[in-house]
Nanobody, 127 residues
Framework: VQLQASGGGLVQAGDSLTLSCAAS????????MAWFRQAPGKEREFVAA????????RYGDSVKGRFTISRDNAKNSATIHLNSLKSEDTAVYYC?????????????????????WGQGTLVTVSS
């Protein structure tokens, strides 16, 4: 499986951006999909995750109310809308897939639960 993240770029604080993650090689329609991010010198941080059905979503505390994750199983893809961006949102954003669709959402924030990772897309927010 290959995950291709795209949509990053340079924006101003307060702007919005949409990141996309396209999967190829196999269907991830039965997988939890997630976004993580990593800022320079920091650990990779959980951003958001969506269940295989799209009915359940979880967000990291720092992005709740600003970011929205969704998925399109027909297109084998996931999307995250980044709204009200802040300078502290600057990071490389990675999409990830977890083959265990029955895994409790209590574990969705854990990097080690995801088998597939995209290469990352850089989001830079200038203040």
């Amino acid at each position: 499986v290959q995950l291709q993240a795209s949509g990053g770029g340079l924006v101003q604080a307060g702007d919005s951006l949409t990141l996309s993650c396209a999967a190829s090689g196999r269907s991830l329609s039965r997988s939890t999909m997630a976004w993580f991010r990593q800022a320079p010198g920091k650990e990779r941080e959980f951003v958001a995750a969506v269940s295989w059905s799209g009915n359940s979503k979880r967000y990291g505390d720092s992005v709740k109310g600003r970011f929205t994750i969704s998925r399109d199983n027909a297109k084998n893809s996931a999307t995250i809308h980044l709204n009200s961006l802040k300078s502290e949102d600057t990071a490389v954003y990675y999409c990830a897939g977890d083959l265990d669709r029955y895994r409790s959402d209590l574990y969705w924030h854990l990097r080690e639960e995801y088998e597939y990772w995209g290469q990352g897309t850089l989001v830079t927010v200038s203040s």
